[in-house]
């Protein structure tokens, strides 16, 4: 698998992770999403708001048009908001995942963490594996948040994703 198709591939698992769980999470009651469950961000309206601001944070760096926010913080109180926020940047990603190529993937991007204020040097093939990677990682602490309060988000796993198709994988 290519680095562009492997980055188009994951944008599509994200996309699709997204939606399922969205709507997973439109079930809930307002007070349910906002409780403090012990996660990073608390909660599992938290969490998904982490997970927006680090992908306008990494897109913007990967495109040129910085995004700066705090990890913590909450870009929109709304649900509704933040799920319309949620799909327009799931689109975001998909199209820049389109557009990579070979030449961009060699170089390096220099940035500031939001994490810790330090400046820092990787290259972009690192950061597009690093941008998919957090993705997974906050979505696996939706899932178990949901699991704990008996909501079920269905298969998770990328083979499963409509349109995986086995033989060219």
């Not at 990967?62 to 908001?81: C, H, I, M, R, S």
């Not at 998919?132 to 990328?158: A, C, K, M």
Request: hydrophobic share 35%; proline share 3%; aromatic share 10%.
């Amino acid at each position: 698998m290519s680095d562009r198709a492997y980055a188009e591939t994951m944008a599509r698992y994200n996309h699709w992770m997204n939606l399922k769980l969205y709507a997973v999470c439109a079930e809930m009651s307002e007070e349910q999403r906002r409780e403090d469950r012990g996660a990073f961000f608390k909660s599992i309206s938290g969490t998904l708001n982490h997970l927006l601001v680090g992908d306008r944070i990494w897109l913007g760096r990967f495109t040129g048009k910085p995004y700066v926010a705090q990890l913590n913080q909450e870009l929109y109180a709304n649900f509704d908001q933040l799920r319309q926020q949620r799909e327009l940047t799931d689109q975001q990603i998909l199209e820049w995942s389109k557009q990579l190529t070979d030449d961009w993937l060699n170089q390096s991007l220099r940035y500031q963490s939001a994490a810790d204020g330090i400046e820092r040097v990787f290259p972009h093939r690192l950061l597009v594996v690093h941008l998919f990677n957090h993705q997974t990682h906050h979505r696996g602490q939706l899932t178990t948040l949901l699991s704990q309060l008996g909501y079920d988000p269905g298969v998770t796993d990328l083979p499963w994703m409509p349109g995986v198709n086995a033989a060219k994988a």
